[in-house]
């Protein structure tokens, strides 16, 4: 059964900290995707990895960091977290050799700056 | 102007209703159709997929693309409870990213 896990369900977080969001998944997928979803927005792209130590900015960046040091694990990291980044976020995972990309995805973390 | 416009609902329905979600999209060189679903509390699923334009069946769902008016539908046929959810339209063209659409929700009443 393919898994995506993301390390906390809920988090609450203060302006201004460093904040950490951790992603593994075990299906020996490629790529892995962090995206935030805000309603009435839909899904949003932050990065996109494609490989170990490779990434490709998305719509959203500003703000975010990401690090894949492992090919199961890729972290989202908020440099300076502000209330606009309070947020769902989902990670993904895809098979590089998919031609429709079909994305594996997380439960998601919800992130509340205060 | 958004690249994949979705009403958001919510949209409620009897059991055993046929629905029917749609998108519009704005982007010429989208190639791939995907409909996502999204259950409370959890991360979207891939529902179906279809290349270009046409029908695509699987059960009780049938997704259809009319790429001349950028035209993305999803028709559930004999509606159930378990089909309530959030139902995400994704196109994409032929690289890594895909657009998701807001998302429709969809309540089923029993």
């Known amino acids: 059964d393919v898994k995506v896990t993301q390390s906390s369900r809920y988090l609450v977080k203060r302006t201004g900290e460093k904040v950490f969001l951790e992603c593994v998944q075990d299906?020996?997928?490629?790529?892995m995707f962090w995206y935030r979803q805000d309603p009435g927005l839909g899904l949003r792209l932050i990065y996109f990895s494609y490989d170990v130590k490779m990434k490709e900015k998305g719509d959203i960046p500003e703000g975010y960091s990401v690090s894949r040091e492992k090919k199961e694990r890729f972290s989202l990291i908020l440099e300076s977290a502000s209330t606009n980044q309070t947020s769902m976020y989902l990670c993904?995972?895809?098979?590089?050799?998919?031609?429709?990309?079909?994305?594996?995805f997380g439960p998601g973390t919800r992130l509340t700056v205060l | 102007q958004k690249e994949v416009e979705q009403d958001p609902g919510p949209l409620s329905v009897p059991e055993g209703a046929i629905v029917s979600l749609n998108c519009t999209y704005s982007?010429?060189?989208?190639?791939?159709f995907m409909w996502y679903r999204q259950y409370s509390r959890k991360g979207p699923e891939l529902l179906m997929y279809t290349y270009s334009s046409g029908n695509k069946e699987d059960g009780r769902f049938t997704a259809q693309v009319d790429k001349s008016s950028k035209y993305i539908s999803l028709f559930i046929r004999d509606s159930q409870p378990s089909d309530s959810a959030t139902y995400l339209c994704a196109p994409r063209t032929g690289g890594f990213k895909t657009i998701f659409g807001a998302g429709t929700r969809l309540f089923v009443k029993a």
């Open positions: 982007n010429s060189a989208f190639q791939y």
């Open positions: 299906m020996d997928h490629e790529n």
């Open positions: 993904a995972s895809s098979p590089r050799t998919s031609s429709y990309n079909e994305q594996f």
